[in-house]
Each structure stands twice: as C-alpha cells, then as structure tokens.
C-alpha cells in the first residue's frame, strides 16, 4: 500500500489524443512530421495526413474522458500543453487565446471531479517551425521561443496548475534529437550538434524552474527522464564498464536537472569527441536551479554488452539493447522487467534523494473488443507487477509522489505511429487508418485500476485493504 495522500493517476500527451491538428490558430509541431512515428521517416513538409494529427479527438472528447478518468478515481491526471496551440510558429510575440482557453477549460473540468492537473510544457512538442528555421535547440532562438512560452503558461495558469514537469523524457535527444530537440540539420561533427542542442534544452529547462519558483512558491516543477537500467549483459569487466557508459547517457540529464551542473565525466567525453560548447556567462549559473522532483518513465530496462555478435543482433531495438535471456518481451520487443523497476527507483532515491514521481508506466499491446470491452488480463499481469515492485521500492525507504499509468486512453503510439499499440484502460474506437466512430469502451483494466486507486494499492495476500 502506498502512503496516504499518493498521487494516483494516468498519462497522456497532446500530440497523441488532442487531434484538431490546425484548429483554431494551432500549427503543426514536430510530431506532425512523423510518417510512421519517432522510428519511421520525418516530412518536415507534412505532405501527408500522419497518425498525430487525428490523435483520438480528445479536443472535442475531452468531458467525456475526464468524466472516465474521476470513474476510475484519479487524483492526477498528466497531460501537455501543446506548444503550437499557444504559439503556433513558436515566434509570435502575442499568445493565441483560443489555445489558453482551451486548457483553461479543460483544467476546469479536472477540478470539477477534484483531480490535479501535472502538466508538461513540450512532449515532444516544439513548433515545426523552429525546428526547421533554427534546427530546434541548436539555436539559442529556440530558448527564447520557449522562454516566451513557458512564461506565458506559468503565468496564465499559475491558479490552476500546481504540478509542472519541463521536458518530456529529455534524454531521447540521444535516441531522436528531432523528436527530443527539434534537429533537423547535423553538422559535420553530428556529436557538436547534439549536444549544443542539449545544453540548449537543459538551460531553458532550468530557466523554466526558475521562473516557476518565481512566480509561485506553492508550485512543483520536475525532470522527466526516459528511465530504465542497463545491465552488463554478463560480468566481463568490458560490458560492465560499458553499461556504466550507458546509464551516463540517460542520468547526464538528470544529473543536470537535479544537481544543478554538468557531471565529471562529461568534460573527456566532450574533448575526445571534438565538442565545444557554445555558453554564455550566465548559463552555468541559470543550471542551478533544480527541480523539486524526479520525473520518470519506466518501461523496460536494456542490456549491454561488448561482443560484436551480440551488438549485431541488437542493431534496430528501440536502444540498440541486446536481448534479455531472462526476461519475456511484449510484441513490440520490449523487456518486462519489474524487479528492474524496483531497481530503477532505489537507485534514482540513492543518487539523488529527491522524491520520484513515476509518469508513465504501461503495456502495449492489441485489444481485441468484444461485447464492448476487452479482456485485457495481460496489461492487468503488467501494470500490477510493476505497482507491487514500487511498493516494495516504497517499503525500501524510496520517496514515491504518485504513479500515473500510460494511459488510462487509447492514443497513437510515439515510437510506431500505430494505434493498434494500445495502452488504455478506455479502448478508442480507432485504426491505424484512421477510420472508426471514435467511441469509447471500459476495458477490464479500467475496473481493476479503479479499485487499486480505491484501495491505495495492491493488498499482500494476507494483508486488509
Ligand atoms: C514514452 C513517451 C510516450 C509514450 C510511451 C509509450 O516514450 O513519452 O509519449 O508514447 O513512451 O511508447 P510507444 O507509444 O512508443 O509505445
């Protein structure tokens, strides 16, 4: 059972449910521009009707989704502001009003059930348009953008809106630097692109925790790390070493974000790979500021090893991970792994001592709707071996906030594009074609995470609720 007051709840992004991809003044972001999501192609020219823009309408949906949402017993609910809906070019020096009212309302309908908005301010999200005429983050014109964008939400729903996190899974800049930063453009030296780009989107992350603590002393503001370990795919001394290497690359940008400045090793790094930093005087001191919490996804974890056979085979997995012999993996290939989950929220408590808020965690798979539900016992088994595992990550002494499960809402897949990757716990009647009436349909796991919230966890056999 999780202490009193745990935030329990569920995750969602705008580009994946809203729709309404250029209603009202919106215009598209970079999400728009994926053909078959973040593994396929990029039309920076959106020459095409891609799966994002259909979302699951929840534009128009959305009282009836919140409505489910408090069924089930939400006291949070995860959600962004889509960038483009407020500045759609990302360089407009007003904001677009219809895009502030629109989230108004909706965090209105959140408070009439008496569930919290935690909003992240760009998922994947930033302006088309900056990506393409200042290669995202490479350019210090994109901080401005955001400067100019977060000022502006902070500012408008500082009444409404306690929980704020600032980028979404940050470090898939090293897996999707379109995705992540909005790069389009590489240099010849592709790792001087990247991490411009990075401290770029560090600094104005720091500068938007700033700015929040600013203007509210009452507010919370969080990282988001794209989490999950990398073991030594055995314990040679060489693939240790290299897992080592591994997590660097996912905790760096935590380690920015919840310390307030560059870890040691990055300096060598940098040096041997020909990497100067642009920065200007103030920057180093803009990243002290730090969150109030460590935000995380947490799938699966990876394993790394150094033989070329292995890494061969591992060629073309989201993280390039060498399989997992003891592990069973979802029709998309990724690892179950709760006890790593466990593992994962230990060590993040351990490094930092800093409560951890889980933001997403979840089951992929296809549904199948019969007599107006699913059956979904699979992502049921999932989601309460990971909600025992946190429990027992609790009981080891780990600060937990909340847990929002991705998703209570069936939505487009970030890394596919695909809706038959489905997540929720409310079935959307939608195909990967985009046709489908749009309705929704309670799955089985919408009554079982119903009665978890109600219980405030998974009871051990023995145990009273
Ligand atoms: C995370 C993203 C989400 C979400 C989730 C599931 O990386 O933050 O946006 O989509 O993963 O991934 P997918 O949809 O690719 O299965």
């Known amino acids: 059972m999780m202490k009193k007051g745990f935030l329990w709840g569920g995750a969602a992004a705008a580009n994946q449910i809203e729709g309404a991809v250029l209603e009202n003044g919106k215009q598209y972001s970079v999400s728009d521009a994926l053909i078959h999501g973040m593994k396929g192609e990029i039309d920076p020219d959106v020459r095409g009707c891609y799966p994002t823009h259909r979302g699951v309408d929840f534009y128009y949906h959305y009282k009836e989704d919140i409505r489910l949402f408090a069924e089930m017993g939400f006291k949070v609910f995860r959600m962004s502001i889509a960038w483009t809906r407020i500045y759609p070019t990302g360089m407009e020096t007003e904001p677009n009003q219809n895009g502030l009212q629109f989230y108004d309302r909706v965090f209105d309908e959140l408070h009439k059930y008496g569930i919290e908005p935690l909003v992240t301010l760009c998922h994947y999200e930033m302006p088309l348009y900056l990506a393409k005429h200042y290669n995202g983050f490479e350019s210090r014109a994109t901080v401005e953008a955001f400067q100019r964008y977060a000022r502006t939400v902070l500012d408008y729903f500082k009444e409404k809106v306690k929980y704020w996190v600032t980028f979404n ?152 991970s060498v399989r997992n012999p003891y592990l069973n993996i979802t029709d998309w290939g990724w690892p179950i792994d709760p006890q790593g989950f466990r593992y994962t929220l230990n060590m993040l408590y351990d490094r930092y001592q800093k409560p951890i808020f889980v933001l997403e965690n979840g089951f992929g798979a296809v549904d199948v709707l019969e007599n107006g539900t699913v059956h979904d016992t699979y992502r049921i088994e999932y989601l309460k071996s990971h909600i025992v595992a946190m429990q027992e990550a609790e009981e080891d002494g780990v600060e937990i906030m909340g847990y929002t499960v991705w998703t209570p809402l069936d939505l487009v897949s970030f890394s596919t594009g695909e809706m038959k990757k489905r997540y929720g716990m409310i079935y959307v009647d939608k195909k990967d074609d985009g046709s489908g009436s749009g309705k929704r349909y309670k799955k089985d796991s919408f009554y079982w995470y119903k009665k978890v919230i109600s219980d405030n966890g998974i009871a051990k056999e023995g145990e009273h609720v």
């Not at 001394?237 to 560059?262: C, H, I, M």
């Not at 920057?283 to 995380?296: P, R, S």
């Open 169 to 320: 899974e940050i470090n898939v800049m090293m897996i999707s630097p379109f995705c992540g930063g909005g790069v389009i453009r590489y240099r010849e030296n592709r790792a001087q692109t990247i991490w411009q780009a990075t401290h770029n989107q560090l600094l104005a992350s720091a500068w938007a925790v700033r700015y929040c603590h600013e203007i509210n002393a009452e507010a919370q503001i969080g990282c988001m790390i794209a989490s999950g370990p990398w073991y030594p795919f055995t314990c040679r001394p060489e693939d240790v070493f290299l897992a080592l290497k591994k997590n660097w690359q996912t905790y760096l940008f935590s380690d920015v974000q919840v310390r307030g400045e560059y870890p040691f090793y990055i300096y060598k790094y940098w040096k041997d790979h020909g990497v100067t930093i642009q920065m200007e005087e103030e920057d180093l001191g803009i990243l002290k500021n730090t969150v109030d919490f460590v935000g995380i996804s947490y799938y699966q974890s990876r394993c790394a090893s150094t033989d070329p056979e292995e890494q061969e085979k591992a060629q073309g997995n989201l993280f390039q």
